[in-house]
């Protein structure tokens, strides 16, 4: 039960933001909408509003649309003119022009994208967090798939010249990469330095199968882990560094003369200190610090310096990120669907309604933030799938009108009725070929 009423949330927000994108700019353009159904199929309840527009919850819950006034719907049905006012008439689709009917079609997709950056913006200022650090784990010297020599904890910045700041772009960022043979551009921080280098990797048929696509952090050449990193989120007010002079956003490099690589280090040295007083070595703005401080001493008996890796966004610090997260995810998503059309990707990860609806079940069991989570995800996905060209998805009907404005006038009405059934029988196919991968998995 509680797996059917997450995913109905969950599809009726992602449906309800779509077609309410739609919806606003039609509105906008003065082109009548006739019907806003949430679900397809036969209606169930319904209600007009003062403009005429009929909202309607549908029986089957996987989906829904706007209908609008278009000459081709009064071309098909001629008696539904009498139904309709003479200014109404006079907005139908096709009449506005060309960058209306554009921005009618990816308002939905749009809308998609606002909701994640939303949604993301939400979470990310509502929850503590730290900053991760990617460090090499082992030596690797004059190795024949490495263009050079890669020291231990040195920092894992760059694949391919995107910038790695978080476990998911990590992955992401190799996942890219899928059947690749040739090599992969890596950059690194020297831990000693703090000087950037690079370095080519060979790789033949790079997580070339789903299980290896699955965990693809396990089968990169090198060996990287991630840590917290060693920079200073916040601290005790009244707390030893604090009152010493130290700050929010301060770097740890050393402490009693021992190089410091990842934030759990500095509870191992202090745990392992016979004094109370420190030498605290630290970065701020490129300059490096002293501090010596006078520890507090815990109830287990070990040194405190009154600092934690924690921090909070800021809103606006929350609101950049969402929108870097959305944007790397849409171009990933885009990226992984070619992937899976080549066959350098597995399709199995494709998923289904039954798919969905045992995500959202476990999502809404683990709580509400990772429900929104996932629901920012999807909605991701759908902005991204409606936007490719299938004449029946918004991305086809805005390559309709690209081909329109190249030719000066439409398709002729049987190219288009053939290209929409093509379309059709495309969704359609994926569609059946999601819910027979949702199925394999639900019984293995």
Same mark, same amino acid.
């Given at each position: 039960?509680?797996?059917?009423?997450?995913?109905?949330?969950?599809?009726?927000?992602?449906?309800?933001?779509?077609?309410?994108?739609?919806?606003?700019?039609?509105?906008?353009?003065?082109?009548?909408?006739?019907?806003?159904?949430?679900?397809?199929?036969?209606?169930?309840?319904?209600?007009?509003?003062?403009?005429?527009?009929?909202?309607?919850?549908?029986?089957?819950?996987?989906?829904?649309?706007?209908?609008?006034?278009?000459?081709?719907?009064?071309?098909?049905?001629?008696?539904?003119?009498?139904?309709?006012?003479?200014?109404?008439?006079?907005?139908?689709?096709?009449?506005?022009?060309?960058?209306?009917?554009? %921005?009618?079609?990816? +308002? /939905?997709?749009?809308?998609?994208? !606002?909701?994640?950056?939303? #949604?993301?913006? &939400?979470?990310?200022? *509502?929850?503590?967090?730290?900053?991760?650090?990617?460090?090499?784990?082992?030596?690797?010297?004059?190795?024949?798939?490495?263009?050079?020599?890669?020291?231990?904890?040195?920092?894992?910045?760059?694949?391919?010249?995107?910038?790695?700041?978080?476990?998911?772009?990590?992955?992401?960022?190799?996942?890219?990469?899928?059947?690749?043979?040739?090599?992969?551009?890596?950059?690194?921080?020297?831990?000693?330095?703090?000087?950037?280098?690079?370095?080519?990797?060979?790789?033949?048929?790079?997580?070339?199968?789903?299980?290896?696509?699955?965990?693809?952090?396990?089968?990169?050449?090198?060996?990287?882990?991630?840590?917290?990193?060693?920079?200073?989120?916040?601290?005790?007010?009244?707390?030893?560094?604090?009152? %010493?002079?130290?700050? +929010? /956003?301060?770097?740890?490099?050393? !402490?009693?003369?021992?190089? #410091?690589?990842? &934030?759990?280090?500095? *509870?191992?040295?202090?745990?392992?200190?016979?004094?109370?007083?420190?030498?605290?070595?630290?970065?701020?703005?490129?300059?490096?610090?002293?501090?010596?401080?006078?520890?507090?001493?815990?109830?287990?008996?070990?040194?405190?310096?009154?600092?934690?890796?924690?921090?909070?966004?800021?809103?606006?610090?929350?609101?950049?990120?969402?929108?870097?997260?959305?944007?790397?995810?849409?171009?990933?998503?885009?990226?992984?669907?070619?992937?899976?059309?080549?066959?350098?990707?597995?399709?199995?990860?494709?998923?289904?309604?039954?798919?969905?609806?045992?995500?959202?079940?476990?999502?809404?069991?683990?709580?509400?933030?990772?429900?929104?989570?996932?629901?920012?995800?999807?909605?991701?996905?759908?902005?991204?799938?409606?936007?490719?060209?299938?004449?029946?998805?918004?991305?086809?009907?805005?390559?309709?009108?690209?081909?329109?404005?190249?030719?000066?006038?439409?398709?002729?009405?049987?190219?288009?009725?053939?290209?929409?059934?093509?379309?059709?029988?495309?969704?359609?196919?994926?569609?059946?070929?999601?819910?027979?991968?949702?199925?394999?998995?639900?019984?293995?």
């Amino acid at each position: 039960m509680i797996t059917i009423i997450a995913f109905l949330i969950l599809l009726g927000v992602l449906v309800v933001i779509h077609e309410g994108g739609h919806f606003f700019v039609l509105r906008m353009c003065k082109v009548h909408v006739d019907r806003f159904s949430v679900g397809m199929g036969p209606v169930i309840y319904k209600k007009k509003d003062k403009k005429g527009t009929e909202f309607a919850l549908s029986a089957l819950p996987l989906g829904g649309y706007v209908s609008y006034l278009s000459k081709k719907a009064l071309d098909a049905e001629p008696e539904m003119k009498k139904n309709f006012t003479d200014e109404q008439l006079d907005n139908l689709f096709e009449t506005k022009p060309k960058w209306q009917r554009a %921005a009618v079609m990816f +308002a /939905g997709p749009l809308a998609n994208f !606002i909701l994640a950056v939303i #949604i993301f913006t &939400f979470i990310f200022s *509502s929850q503590q967090t730290v900053k991760p650090i990617f460090l090499v784990d082992g030596e690797y010297v004059s190795s024949s798939s490495i263009s050079g020599d890669i020291n231990k904890n040195d920092i894992l910045v760059s694949i391919n010249g995107e910038k790695i700041l978080n476990p998911t772009e990590y992955r992401l960022a190799l996942l890219a990469n899928a059947g690749l043979t040739g090599e992969i551009n890596v950059g690194f921080l020297n831990a000693k330095s703090s000087e950037t280098y690079y370095r080519n990797i060979s790789v033949v048929d790079f997580l070339s199968n789903s299980e290896q696509q699955q965990e693809p952090e396990k089968f990169f050449p090198i060996e990287i882990t991630s840590y917290i990193s060693p920079e200073i989120g916040s601290l005790s007010r009244q707390g030893p560094a604090s009152l %010493a002079g130290v700050k +929010a /956003g301060d770097k740890i490099l050393e !402490i009693d003369g021992k190089s #410091i690589n990842h &934030f759990a280090e500095v *509870s191992d040295i202090l745990t392992s200190s016979p004094s109370s007083n420190v030498n605290l070595v630290i970065q701020r703005n490129g300059e490096t610090k002293n501090f010596f401080i006078n520890t507090e001493i815990s109830e287990a008996g070990t040194p405190i310096l009154g600092i934690s890796a924690a921090y909070k966004r800021s809103i606006f610090e929350a609101f950049t990120k969402s929108v870097r997260d959305t944007y790397n995810l849409s171009i990933k998503t885009l990226l992984f669907i070619g992937k899976m059309i080549t066959g350098n990707m597995g399709a199995e990860n494709l998923s289904g309604p039954v798919g969905i609806a045992k995500m959202s079940g476990e999502a809404f069991s683990a709580g509400f933030l990772p429900f929104l989570y996932l629901m920012a995800i999807l909605s991701i996905s759908l902005g991204v799938l409606n936007l490719l060209p299938i004449p029946v998805l918004d991305g086809g009907q805005l390559t309709m009108l690209a081909i329109e404005a190249i030719r000066g006038e439409p398709l002729p009405a049987r190219v288009e009725n053939f290209a929409y059934t093509l379309g059709a029988l495309m969704v359609g196919f994926l569609l059946v070929f999601a819910v027979t991968n949702d199925i394999f998995r639900w019984v293995g």
